[in-house]
Structures are given as structure tokens and as C-alpha cells.
Antibody
Framework: EVQLVESGGGLVQPGGSLRLSCAAS????????MSWVRQAPGKGLEWVSA????????YYADSVKGRFTISRDNSKNTLYLQMNSLRAEDTAVYYC???????????????WGQGTLVTVSS | EIVMTQSPATLSVSPGERATLSCRAS??????LAWYQQKPGQAPRLLIY???TRATGIPARFSGSGSGTEFTLTISSLQSEDFAVYYC??????????FGQGTKVEFK
């Protein structure tokens, strides 16, 4: 059974930093692209960032480009999101999501974690 | 950026009735469209991809159709567990994937 467990969320001041983690199990982690998708309170879904299985390619939404960094450690089956220069509008539940297709970066989110809440406020 | 527009914002349906949800893309996305279901306090769940392919374990009462800019999710006979928010998402404009704002299916 695929399991994705996020951690690292919390309260941070504007301009601060936070690193999210997503521990994966139940599948061959290195064979699948992974993404972060966020959801502001009471709002819809927004794709944030993606990374290929090999970690050779990374992709970002314009809203976070230059501030967020996605990475993965395939030896630890863990996905990360380093978030710097945080703003109030980054407040959201952050989900990690596994891509549907083997090897490809398709952007079809087959499995999701339970999410971790990031609150940016002074 | 491709803008995805869903309608209606809220759909009031009785159990056993058919529900039809619409999603429109601001430009053609071929059949590169997925539908997700989200219940309160839960993560989204993939229902449909490639516009009409049901994901693993999704009941046959869920069906998707459309291509280009117009898409539909149909729930043939609404069950109590189907009351939720539904999102469409395009993955044609790679890798700038975007979601619609959601349609809430509520009990009539």
C-alpha cells in the first residue's frame, strides 16, 4: 500500500524559512516523479513544484520560483520542500503527491499524503 | 497559464440522482484532464485521468468525457459518500499544471 506522510509544517514569521518532508513507502520511490500541491484555507488546489524520479529535473510554479527548492533522497525514500522568504500568501496545507505514471513526469497525482499545515504570520 | 473554470460552483443533488459537473479550459488541452474528489479534512483522491479513464478502484458510476476545452464529470446515481468537492486539473501545459476552483456537490 502506498503511503505518503508529510511533516515539518508549523507557524513561521514572514520572511522566515521552513523545510517540509514527505516519507514515502509501498512503492519504488526512485521510479516516480513527485510533487508538492498546496491548498490555502477554504480555497482550491495549487500545484507548487515537481521533481523527476532521478532528481535530475525540477519544476516550479511561478508563485514560488526562486524561493522554494524541491529535492529528494531516494536512499531514504523522502521528498523535501525547502521554503525560504515565506509570505502570508504561502499559508496553506501542503500535500506531497505521487505521479501516476512510471518514470514520466506526467502531472497526474495518483496518491496524496494527508498534508501538513504551514502558517505564515507575525 | 491555462485557466480552468468549473461550473456550477455548488450543485444540490438528491441521493440516487445524476450529477453533471462541467470544466472548461481557456485553451485546448486535448484529453489531458484529471478529476479529483475531496472530502472535508481529507486529501484529494484521483477519480479520472486522460479525460475519461477511471483510476484504480473508482466505481463505474463515475465517468468523464470531453476533449479540447470542454469536459464533463458525471456521477450516474449519487451515493451518500459522493457528497464532496470535485476539482478538474489540466496537465497538458507541462509543467505548469492548473486546477479549477472546484464544484461542491451537496445534499438537496
Amino acid at each position: 500500500e502506498v503511503q505518503l506522510v508529510e511533516s515539518g509544517g508549523g507557524l513561521v514569521q514572514p520572511g522566515g524559512s521552513l523545510r517540509l518532508s514527505c516519507a514515502a513507502s509501498g512503492f519504488t520511490f526512485s521510479s516516480y516523479a513527485m510533487s508538492w500541491v498546496r491548498q490555502a484555507p477554504g480555497k482550491g488546489l495549487e500545484w507548487v513544484s515537481a521533481i523527476s524520479g532521478s532528481a535530475g529535473n525540477t519544476y516550479y510554479a511561478d508563485s514560488v520560483k526562486g524561493r522554494f527548492t524541491i529535492s529528494r533522497d531516494n536512499s531514504k525514500n523522502t521528498l523535501y520542500l525547502q521554503m525560504n522568504s515565506l509570505r502570508a500568501e504561502d499559508t496553506a496545507v501542503y500535500y506531497c503527491a505521487k505521479d501516476l505514471l512510471h518514470i514520466a513526469v506526467a502531472g497526474i497525482f495518483q496518491h496524496w499524503g494527508q498534508g501538513t499545515l504551514v502558517t505564515v504570520s507575525s | 497559464e491555462i485557466v480552468m473554470t468549473q461550473s456550477p460552483a455548488t450543485l444540490s443533488v438528491s441521493p440516487g440522482e445524476r450529477a453533471t459537473l462541467s470544466c472548461r479550459a481557456s485553451q485546448s488541452i486535448s484529453s489531458n484532464l484529471a478529476w479529483y474528489q475531496q472530502k472535508p479534512g481529507q486529501a484529494p483522491r484521483l477519480l479520472i485521468y486522460d479525460a475519461s479513464t477511471r483510476a484504480t478502484g473508482i466505481p463505474a458510476r463515475f465517468s468523464g468525457s470531453g476533449s479540447g476545452t470542454e469536459f464533463t464529470l458525471t456521477i450516474s446515481s449519487l451515493q451518500s459518500e459522493d457528497f464532496a468537492v470535485y476539482y478538474c486539473q489540466q496537465y497538458n501545459n507541462w509543467p505548469s499544471w492548473t486546477f479549477g476552483q472546484g464544484t461542491k456537490v451537496e445534499f438537496k
